[in-house]
């Protein structure tokens, strides 16, 4: 009984929910995808790179963070790369003590190929 008790007071002051998608590529956000798609530039493909970006909340009034897709991709490129293929995005939500939203956060995870576009 106690064992029980532990694990639904866990439920309670613990909850968290995730998504997560696929998209097919995705680049830095200084980049011009349009030209980049328009001249069908090669590429050569550096290796699998992640990349995660989370936003707090503290009292549900108290933001701070960037938890934008944007910023998880720039995360997973700092070391090299000028975009990502094959990427998956995963979006969670995190919450401590959920009823009265004490303290939550929220991240985006992605991960995928990098790569690097040859020049002409």
């Known amino acids: 009984m106690k064992k029980a008790i532990v694990i639904l007071m866990a ?7 995730s998504s997560t998608g696929n998209l097919g590529m995705i680049t830095k956000s200084q980049a011009n995808p349009t030209s980049i798609l328009s001249s069908s530039q090669s ?4 290796g699998l790179v992640k990349g995660s970006a989370c936003r707090f909340f503290l009292l549900g009034v108290a933001p701070w963070g960037d938890s934008t897709v944007t910023q998880a991709i720039d995360n997973a ?3 090299g790369g000028d975009a990502m293929i094959n990427v998956s995005v995963t979006s969670s939500l995190y919450g401590f ?5 004490i303290f939550c956060y929220t991240c ?9 576009f040859e020049a002409h």
């Open 77 to 79: 490129l700092a070391n």
């Open 11 to 17: 439920i309670i002051f613990i909850a968290a929910c």
């Open 108 to 116: 985006t995870a992605v991960e995928g190929i990098a790569i690097e």
């Open 97 to 101: 003590v959920p009823i009265y939203n």
């Open 43 to 46: 590429y050569k493909e550096i």
